[in-house]
């Protein structure tokens, strides 16, 4: 076994700096120095739902360069700048996976953290540690002119909008509503501009109308307000709601347009929708997570094509309970990124 730093959750105390062990490098596995790591709300909700019995280390979209390469590792070199998001191994054989879509895996996809590993079924712990072992197959090349703090999020936060936008054939022409502004909606809406749809930001107050302008948006609707919401009825060709609260989707499936597509990107568990509100315009409900390994290769070029990139906050890494604390009240624009360096005293 390899050891390295990290920050494990340890029950009630949260978060702690702890020695983890990283198996040794397979035939295509790379090892990263992880140096930066994006904040998810998944990893809120981990550290919320954790029993303590199995170990946690949280941490699903970052950045690092490859240290190690396993003997039959073709990809890469010593010295490449990679990225990682949520996802590091599927069966490779199901339909799914042969079509690219590995988030989709029908065996399930191995998850970064909180995964169980296909190979020796140890628990996968994540990337809020100073280095990762992964197979080659799910690391990415970070293209040139990226900046490798900025691009973590897009490893969980932007793959998880860009699918669906992609798969909407989002573009000119096209008209765009992107309803939430937060980690995965500002994201949404710089790469719904990027890709040339005319934009509008729908948030619950005023607030976020600057920003929303600033991020490119043409448009902004206060969700509160009754008569905005009327006056937009089925002027949009695609909705993605990244809303991640239970939610009623009706005022939102009220702003589809004629065949168009309702695309809900937070997880809801359950909900209840009127097949009227469907049939009168044709209307589609579509829901998307993540992305398998050619969209992220896509997503990345594009970003790095058109200078697309999330708005950050960097903090150290030791400051992550600060960040998890700001974060669970929204207190963000729009992403937090943990700088790993600092481990390298903790350890
Ligand atoms: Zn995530
Ligand atoms: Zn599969």
Same mark, same amino acid.
């Given at each position: 076994m390899r050891t390295t730093t990290g920050w494990q959750a340890t029950g009630a105390e949260g978060l702690k700096p702890a020695r983890l062990e990283r198996r040794e490098l397979r035939r295509d596995d790379i090892a990263v120095r992880v140096d930066y790591c994006g904040l998810c709300h998944s990893d809120l909700q981990a550290l919320h739902n954790h029993d303590g019995h199995s170990p946690l280390v949280p941490g699903h979209e970052f950045t690092g360069v490859v240290s190690e390469l396993g003997p039959?590792? +073709? /990809?890469f070199s010593v010295g490449d700048t990679v990225a990682v998001g949520n996802?590091?191994?599927?069966?490779?054989?199901c339909p799914m996976c042969r079509a690219g879509q590995e988030n989709f895996c029908h065996e399930f996809p191995t998850l970064t953290y909180g995964g169980r590993d296909r190979v020796d079924g140890s628990t996968t712990l994540g990337g809020f540690s100073r280095e990762y072992v992964v197979r080659e197959d799910f690391a990415y090349r970070l293209p040139e002119g990226l900046d490798p703090a900025a691009a973590a999020p897009l490893m969980c936060a932007g793959i998880t909008v860009w699918e669906p936008l992609r798969a909407l054939d989002v573009g000119p022409g096209k008209r765009v509503a992107v309803v939430g502004l937060g980690g995965l909606g500002h994201l949404a809406v710089k790469l719904a501009v990027a890709l040339g749809a005319t934009t509008t930001v729908i948030s619950r +107050?005023?607030?976020k109308a600057d920003d929303a302008r600033r991020l490119g948006a043409q448009e902004f609707i206060v969700s509160a307000d009754s008569a905005q919401m009327t006056a937009a009825r089925e002027s949009f060709d695609v909705v993605i709601d990244t809303v991640s609260?239970?939610?009623?989707l009706v005022p939102y499936l009220r702003l589809v347009g004629l065949d168009g597509t309702l695309s809900v990107v /937070?997880?809801?568990g359950e909900i209840t929708v009127e097949v009227t509100d469907l049939l009168i315009g044709r209307k589609k409900l579509s829901s998307a997570g993540s992305g398998g390994r050619p969209a992220t290769a896509e997503l990345l070029q594009f970003c790095a094509d058109n200078a697309v990139l999330p708005d950050i906050e960097v903090l150290p890494s030791a400051e992550v309970a600060t960040a998890l604390t700001r974060m669970e009240r929204n207190d963000v624009r729009y992403r937090f990124v943990l700088d790993m360096s600092d481990l390298d005293e903790a350890g």
């Open positions: 039959e590792v +073709t /990809g996802i590091v191994d599927s069966c490779r054989h +107050t005023q607030d609260a239970p939610h009623d /937070g997880y809801l």
